[in-house]
């Protein structure tokens, strides 16, 4: 098994490696469940890791690799990322001093986050995500988050081990942090390169499945925009791994791809009945077994 404390672990591959820190928040889609599955399917040599929707980074911190790029498009999750890398004991100081309570919770949830210091931003965006609801980070129409005080007992609030290694690798590696659309990082991209995409997820069905992390959607267009990108990134020689659901319409996408069925456990749908394990994504690459489109 892979842990993150930052000693050297010895992998399902049988490689050893240093990973240090691990995702410093809860995020919808993130990958840390399909992690050993990820990291077997990963090319064993490239150049620069490149995750262009990059979330809370569960492979960038398994991998921990030397040089990346990562990017986003919702500018919280990028704040934090260069926050913890800049100013780690400001926000791990600012994170003790708030409380778990619904009142201060909702608060704190109406402020304007671009009227706040990028410590105070940070840390705000943290608290929120240990204290909402399930830790999911959603906004409405707005572009405000909108989800309810989760009541927990003792939420985690400062985790400040973890943002420590976290920010000691994010510092001491050549590792690019932009709050950017996918296409502008994905041109950044060289033969060689190995660029992971995880994107918001195409519906299973049209009511179940969380595609909103910000104002804007991902909308069936973006599924297939994304593909040609994948495309692109195939033709220029990057080794290209892309995760979505198990559908028709993505699996048509990517034809010509390896296409891996992979088990999952959906914990994000509404209805909880519909919970559970089951071959409801797919691991696209474009290099390894199977045929090249
Ligand atoms: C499934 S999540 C990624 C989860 C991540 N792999 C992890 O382990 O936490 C998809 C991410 O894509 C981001 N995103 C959505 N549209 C985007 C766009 N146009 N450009 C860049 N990022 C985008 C979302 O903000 C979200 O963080």
């Known amino acids: 098994m892979v842990d993150y404390n930052g000693t050297k672990q010895t992998s399902p591959d049988g490689r050893s490696r240093t990973v240090r820190g691990r995702p410093f928040v809860k995020w919808a889609g993130g990958k840390r469940q399909l992690i050993d599955i990820l990291l077997k399917n990963v090319p064993p040599q490239y150049n620069t890791y490149i995750e262009p929707l990059v979330g809370a980074g569960a492979l960038l ?26 100013n780690v004991h400001a926000v791990a100081s600012s994170l003790t001093r708030h409380k778990n309570t619904e009142e201060y919770f909702y608060k704190a949830r109406s402020k304007n986050p671009n009227q706040l210091s990028p410590v105070q931003r940070a840390s705000r965006f943290i608290y929120l995500n240990r204290t909402c609801f399930n830790g999911l980070y959603r906004e409405n129409s707005r572009g405000e988050f909108n989800v309810p005080f989760g009541d927990y007992e003792t939420p985690k609030i400062l985790d400040k081990g973890n943002l420590l290694a976290v920010s000691d690798y994010l510092g001491s590696n050549h590792i690019s942090i932009l709050c950017q659309d996918y296409k502008k990082t994905a ?66 996408l990517y034809k010509g791809y390896d296409i ?19 071959l409801y994504e ?8 199977g045929t090249k489109g």
């Open 282 to 289: 797919i691991l696209v690459r474009n290099y390894g077994r």
């Open 260 to 278: 891996e069925e992979i088990e999952a456990y959906r914990a994000l749908n509404c209805k909880a009945e519909r919970r559970g394990k089951g």
């Open 61 to 86: 911190f398994a991998l921990a690799p030397t040089r990346a790029i990562i990017s986003d498009i919702n500018p919280e999750i990028i704040n934090a990322y260069l926050v913890i890398r800049d």
């Open 187 to 252: 041109l950044l991209a060289k033969p060689g390169d190995f660029v992971y995409c995880d994107p918001p997820y195409y519906p299973l069905n049209t009511t179940s499945s969380f595609t909103k992390y910000s104002k804007g959607d991902f909308t069936e267009q973006d599924q297939g925009e994304l593909s040609q990108v994948f495309r692109d990134l195939d033709r220029k020689g990057c080794y290209v791994m892309l995760s979505n659901s198990n559908t028709p319409y993505i699996r048509g």
